[in-house]
């Protein structure tokens, strides 16, 4: 990994991502006095700069362009006061969609169906909080399509005085949409920091698919949105990073557990545009490749057979945690990444062909 660009703000970045179509970048994120940041950074005289920046009412925890329909590039955001909103690159001033979505913070946010709709369903977006909802949106309606909520046995009740209870419900940390192999197949995965792990079959509207995990889930991924189920990568904390293979179905799926020699947060995912078997994943001030190998047989006997974590290579690329990192979508191997030292950096994987 070479690291290409770096540029200091003075702001705490939590989201960031490459805008469809170009060579720029936006980044959201938390300033010192609690409000929102919005930033477009550009490539001028070979460095990089901020080209715009707005201000919102409350700090900004994610970002996606996964619904974003061409030519438009318009992005989710959501707030920490449970406001999620869809803002247009072009008109950072004032939301095109905006709705009261959760009750607290809204941790994650994952778009589907704007690049391709006519193969992959209409363009929506799920949404996960710290109220313990996930939620599926269309930006064309008001209300959520979906909503799940914390079942029963999963909420956790704290004595705080003699015949005082409180309910805590885990919290949802991470959300993806993916395994969309037509207009009316795709999958909704969610994590908690319960450790708990759900998967919906949107078309049959159920959880198809729950596991608990000993660690709680912090970053999800499919192997391939816009594609067949197959695998999805999970990032949790103590340094744990599972991979679930989905290719012979739900049922019993084969789960394969890395653990790093760190114990720290696995805090984002992504894996690459052209490789589907390989992904990259931060934790302290470091990148990761990974790299998924199959086993000779994927099936035998009627069950999915578990195959390898490796390492590929790693890097060290600041001083502090990497919450945030994307892939560009044009250039393969191009890759950018927020730093909790306030710094957005642009990278670049070499020798990607070797491990094709």
Known sequence: LLQLYTAQTNYTIYGISWIPNSARILSVGMASRGTGMISVWNFENQKLVEQSRH???????????????????????????????????????????????HQSMIYCVDGLGGRNPNQTGAPEVASGAADGYVKLWDFRQPNPILELAATEDSITKIQ???????????????????????????????????????LIDLRMMK??????????????????????????VLGCLEGHIYSLDFYNGYENPAVVDFKLPESSTVWQVKHLQSNRDSFMASYNNKMHLFRYEYPNDRVVDGKTQSGQIKSVCDAMVGTQTCPSLGWSREKNGLLAWGSMDQTVNVGFVTNLKAIE
């Open 55 to 101: 201000e919102k009412q409350a700090a900004l925890k994610c970002v996606s362009f996964g619904a974003s329909l061409a030519p438009t590039r318009q992005f989710a955001t959501g707030d920490h006061d449970g406001n999620l909103f869809q803002f247009d690159i072009e008109r950072l001033e004032k939301p095109s969609w905006s709705q009261k979505a």
């Open 160 to 198: 705080i005085d003699k015949d005082k209870f409180i309910k805590q419900c885990p919290e949802a940390y991470c959300v993806a949409l993916g395994g969309a192999n037509s207009t009316s197949e795709r999958y909704l995965a969610c994590g908690f920091d319960s450790g708990d792990f759900k």
């Open 207 to 232: 959880v198809c698919y729950e596991r608990h995990f000993a660690n709680g889930i912090v970053s999800i991924d499919f192997d391939r949105a816009e594609g067949k189920l197959n695998n999805i």
